[in-house]
């Protein structure tokens, strides 16, 4: 990241900023709790499914991210702030915003795919976190824990980027959204030296990182982040589609291909460099599926496969 880019995001982003760095500093890993069915695919077939924001389990979360942006920017105090800061800066520059972002909100509503993993913590690496068990994966379920260098490669080639979900109802919103204001305001001189087209661009992504990626506060304990992918905005010839059968809904996923590629700076996503360890969910099949996820890992090219198995000892009933 370059310096530029880098005082950009710190003014435009200060709050996925901080994630990030708490991530890096503290070399977070990141969890998937799936269905046994779906991580052994995600091992075999070395790819990771982005499914359709309709079809999250609350497919109102969209709405509750929008609706927080709306509030907030047509507050008299915050959002007239924001917009007088920028006609300020660059006139006529509301009007060409609101156009660009109203024009593309239809699609981040209707063609936009994600996948969800969580922070994974330390001390759950014995046991993984009840509230998942529960929530995800069924009967069966696994946790895929992931080391972080795939989430964090900063690259353009899979169009695909991870945010840290914020969790915040409209009040909170409101405040965040007036300090992102505070800072426009005070480095209008640096911001009039990006120009008006860098300027909409990075408050596009800002916007559209609010509607996909605000959830309410009652689901923090999830500490979710989010891979979005929106082939209609940005697209990439690594990430491929198809039409799939999920819960018996059959629908258009788009994969992520679990492979390096070096050359576009993308790092980290082979199953062996990437699968940090497997938690089997508490369930009658513990041993067999422990067994199974060994010699899947050994076929991925994991070595000491069986050290990276784990079962949970929760009394999950």
């Not at 979360?61 to 047509?74: K, Q």
């Not at 068990?133 to 080639?157: H, I, P, Q």
């Not at 980290?268 to 508490?282: C, F, K, N, Q, V």
């Amino acid at each position: 990241m370059d310096e530029t880019h880098a005082k950009a995001v710190s003014i435009f982003f200060p709050s996925m900023l901080g994630k990030l760095n708490e991530v890096d500093q503290r070399n977070t890993r990141f969890v998937q709790y799936t269905s046994a069915d779906a991580a052994m695919n995600i091992i075999r077939n070395k790819e990771i499914w982005l499914r359709n924001v309709q079809c999250m389990n609350d497919y109102l979360e969209v709405d509750h991210g929008i609706n927080c942006l709306t509030s907030a920017y047509r507050n008299e105090n915050e959002g007239k702030k924001f917009k007088d800061a920028l006609e300020d800066l660059f006139p006529g520059a509301i009007q060409e915003f609101e156009l660009l972002f109203d024009g593309w909100l239809p699609s981040m509503r209707s063609s936009t795919f994600i996948a969800c993993v969580s922070e994974h913590l330390p001390n759950e690496d014995a046991y993984g976190r009840l509230s998942m068990w529960r929530a995800y994966g069924g009967k069966r379920s696994v946790a895929l824990v992931m080391n972080n260098a795939a989430f964090r490669s900063e690259t353009d080639a899979l169009a695909a980027y991870t945010f840290p979900v914020s969790y915040q109802d409209i009040t909170q919103f409101n405040l965040e959204f007036g300090q992102v204001v505070e800072r426009i305001e005070q480095e209008k001189d640096f911001i009039r030296t990006l120009g008006k087209p860098v300027v909409i661009g990075y408050l596009f992504e800002l916007f559209k990182s609010y509607a996909l990626c605000t959830k309410h506060p009652g689901f923090l304990e999830e500490r979710e982040w989010r891979v979005v992918y929106n082939p209609t905005i940005k697209s990439s010839e690594y990430v491929v589609s198809s039409i799939e059968s999920i819960d018996g809904v059959p629908q258009e996923i788009h994969k992520i291909p679990l492979k390096n590629i070096p050359e576009k700076n993308f790092t980290g996503a082979t199953i062996p460099e990437l699968i940090d360890r497997i938690i089997i969910g508490p369930n009658d099949q513990q041993r067999v599926l422990g067994d199974t996820f060994k010699k899947l890992l050994e076929e991925a090219g994991c070595e000491n496969a069986e050290e990276r198995i784990h079962y949970s000892g929760i009394p999950l009933r």
